[in-house]
């Protein structure tokens, strides 16, 4: 009965320990998705670990709910990584990393990306696009959509050959600097999608936009 109030204890230790994930921006620990499936898969680890050390259960439940909820956590820890990397890297150049549950989405303003009505990619934003090309290198096991979005200036049609133009344009350079093609989707959007007012200069340039959208990979281990 000790060695199982001991077990209780360590792998309720271990829950709380895996069971917070650290916000990149705040610097706070918070419990988040990843957290509840890394405590899940902690529970799980410390049972096997205390089962799998005879010598020592409370060590080995410790150890298993370490490991458990690390596997437990799955894309959502994978998620975490990437998005710490990119939130860093990403300082100063004008794009905007945004946290959705699992899905990571790069934000990147019209006017920093292409000139008025052309879906050729700027020569000063090939080094950011270079790094995104790294980071999803390094961080393969995510789809990768690339959507363009206009403003509703100009005809539904003009906009949405533009938007598509524009997402094409970024998929080409990203597996041009080694992204594997067969991760990469391109759609335009047109002014379907807003995320601001359309009667204001400053709305039109938000709807102005290129995102990035990364989903799990199917049928892959994290």
């Known amino acids: 009965m000790a060695a199982l109030r001991t077990i209780s204890v360590l792998a309720c230790t ?85 946290r959705q549950g699992d899905q990571l989405s790069l934000v990147m303003p019209g006017n920093i990306t292409f000139a008025t009505n052309s879906s050729e990619i700027t020569s000063g934003f090939y080094s950011t696009l270079n790094t995104v090309a790294k980071s ?25 050959q533009l938007s598509q133009r524009r997402a094409q344009s970024v998929l080409n350079y990203l597996a041009g600097q080694g992204v594997a093609y067969n991760r990469l989707t391109a759609r335009g959007m047109g002014p379907s999608q807003p995320i601001a007012d359309n009667t204001s200069d400053a709305g039109r ?11 799990p990979l199917p049928n892959t281990q994290y």
């Open 14 to 98: 271990a829950v709380f320990t895996v069971g917070c994930a650290t916000n990149p921006q705040t610097g706070e620990r918070e419990a988040g998705k990843t957290a509840t499936y890394g405590g899940l898969g902690a529970l799980a680890g410390a049972a096997v670990g205390a089962l799998a050390s005879k010598d020592d259960r409370g060590k080995g439940a410790l150890i298993g709910a370490a490991v458990g909820g690390a596997a437990g956590a799955g894309y959502g820890y994978y998620v975490d990584k990437q998005e710490a990397q990119l939130r860093q890297s990403m300082q100063g150049t004008g794009v905007d990393v945004q």
């Open 136 to 160: 999803l290198q390094q961080y393969d096991k995510s789809l990768v959509d690339v959507i363009g979005h206009t403003d509703s200036v100009g005809s539904y049609d003009y906009n949405l």
């Open 205 to 215: 340039a938000q709807n102005r936009r290129v995102e990035i959208k990364l989903a």
